[in-house]
């Protein structure tokens, strides 16, 4: 009988440190369960009526309880996302040049990503265009007069063929070369060759 107690008490003494280490790893506190959310995000994408995405859309989400503004710009894709805001009441402006601002509200609560997506009309601003330079030839509406002013290198560069004085004239906006003989060598806007006046300073 005592060779039998003595193996019973041997068992016992090597089960008991491993039932000490399996009671140790279950009253280890795991960390990730004591954590808590105390924030949310809102995100969505920038479009235009179309449906066409806008990139780098300035988007402000403002906190109407604490006046505190987060601001992000779209990415290529025309999406944006603002992480940790402090739940409660805000207030999104979106603009983008040649859109019009747009604003939408929303409640944010704990851990929410809320979706929120806009659609920019364009906007209805009036067009202004601006000519600048004085080689434009304007449009006269006070009188139907045309003149043309010829510099002297043109003249020296110009082909003129016989050394006819009046031959410039075909350079002339309007004026087209007149095959008809005796009636002058060009005509002017389809009036007949025969109505055309030349002068030399002012002769």
């Not at 960390?31 to 995000?41: C, N, V």
């Not at 990139?55 to 402000?60: C, F, L, M, S, T």
């Not at 403002?62 to 894709?77: M, P, R």
């Amino acid at each position: 009988m005592t060779p039998i107690i003595k193996r019973q008490a041997a068992s016992v003494r090597l089960f008991l440190p491993l039932i000490l280490s399996i009671a140790a790893v279950i009253l280890v506190p795991c960390p990730l369960k004591a954590q808590t959310l105390t924030s949310g995000d809102i995100a969505g994408t920038v479009e235009d009526s179309s449906g066409a995405v806008i990139p780098g859309a300035d988007v402000k989400a403002i906190n109407t309880g604490t006046d505190a503004v987060n601001e992000v710009f779209t990415g290529a894709a025309g999406d944006y996302r603002i992480s940790l805001l402090q739940p409660g009441s805000y207030k999104l402006t979106v603009s983008a040049a040649g859109f019009q601002t747009t604003q939408a509200s929303l409640t944010l609560i704990v851990g929410q990503v809320a979706s929120l997506n806009f659609k920019l009309p364009i906007a209805q601003n009036a067009l202004t265009v601006e000519v600048v330079g004085g080689d434009v030839p304007l449009l006269q509406t006070d009188t139907s007069e045309m003149s043309t002013t010829i510099t002297q290198e043109q003249m020296q560069n110009l082909p003129n063929p016989g050394g006819d004085i009046t031959y410039p004239v075909n350079v002339t906006q309007g004026v087209v070369m007149n095959t008809q003989g005796g009636y002058g060598n060009s005509s002017a806007f389809g009036l007949p060759a025969t109505s055309n006046n030349f002068t030399v300073n002012g002769a």
